[in-house]
């Protein structure tokens, strides 16, 4: 085996797991961006309906004291748990909106996309020179490059998503080992030739 291909199956694997990671991490962050904004839109659905209406106030304050009454609390005083409610709610949007400003789990999730496509797109053009069985130390030099160039901007993936490693690792495994393109699992040296 040559150089040049022992290296086009070290980028196949590489990219290969790189781009189901980047995906995972897109998913993960998809999943809690939606979370925020449910939250966050569900609350402020909610003072809305609370401020304008005062038979959902009437409604609310039966529910929660007879809830608190179950549990043996009773309410002191002249409370207004309409207020109360709003205020409560008022603070879940604004801290929800907090958090997805600082989290930007919207922007993360499509740094990830892009990334994972990248690694995609490396994958199949490297898939394209093994199916030639020959490449020029320009093109190894060329996928080097283009492989480094997306390491370098690729964002860092969390680690509970670097654990599934092993796991993307079988699946590549099993679908390599299916059309014979298993690769080394370490790049080839200088020395080989």
Request: zero cysteines; hydrophobic letters at 35%.
């Given at each position: 085996m040559t150089k040049g291909i022992r290296f086009l199956k070290f980028i196949q694997r590489h990219c290969?797991?790189?781009?189901?990671?980047?995906?995972?991490?897109?998913?993960?962050?998809?999943?809690?961006?939606?979370?925020?904004?449910?939250?966050?839109?569900?609350s402020s659905i909610m003072i809305l309906f609370f401020a304008a209406n005062d038979d959902a106030k009437t409604i609310l304050r039966d529910i929660v004291t007879w809830l608190l009454s179950c549990i043996s609390i009773s309410i002191k005083g002249d409370v207004d748990i309409g207020l109360v409610t709003i205020g409560i709610l008022g603070a879940i949007a604004v801290f929800t909106a907090a958090m997805q400003y600082l989290l930007k789990y919207e922007e993360r999730n499509?740094?990830?996309?892009?990334?994972?496509?990248?690694?995609?797109?490396?994958?199949?053009?490297?898939?394209?020179?093994?199916?030639?069985?020959?490449?020029?130390?320009?093109?190894?030099?060329?996928?080097?490059?283009?492989?480094?160039?997306?390491?370098?901007?690729?964002?860092?993936?969390?680690?509970?998503?670097?654990?599934?490693?092993?796991?993307?690792?079988?699946?590549?495994?099993?679908?390599?080992?299916?059309?014979?393109?298993?690769?080394?699992?370490?790049?080839?040296?200088?020395?080989?030739?």
């Open positions: 290969f797991v790189l781009a189901e990671l980047h995906k995972r991490a897109t998913e993960t962050y998809a999943r809690r961006a939606a979370r925020l904004t449910i939250i966050n839109v569900f499509l740094i990830h996309k892009y990334i994972s496509a990248d690694y995609e797109n490396l994958f199949r053009k490297s898939g394209r020179y093994l199916a030639k069985e020959t490449i020029n130390e320009e093109d190894v030099h060329r996928l080097n490059k283009q492989l480094n160039y997306i390491a370098r901007h690729s964002p860092p993936i969390a680690s509970h998503i670097l654990n599934k490693q092993p796991e993307i690792e079988k699946i590549w495994e099993s679908l390599a080992g299916s059309f014979g393109a298993v690769g080394d699992s370490v790049p080839p040296s200088n020395s080989n030739t």
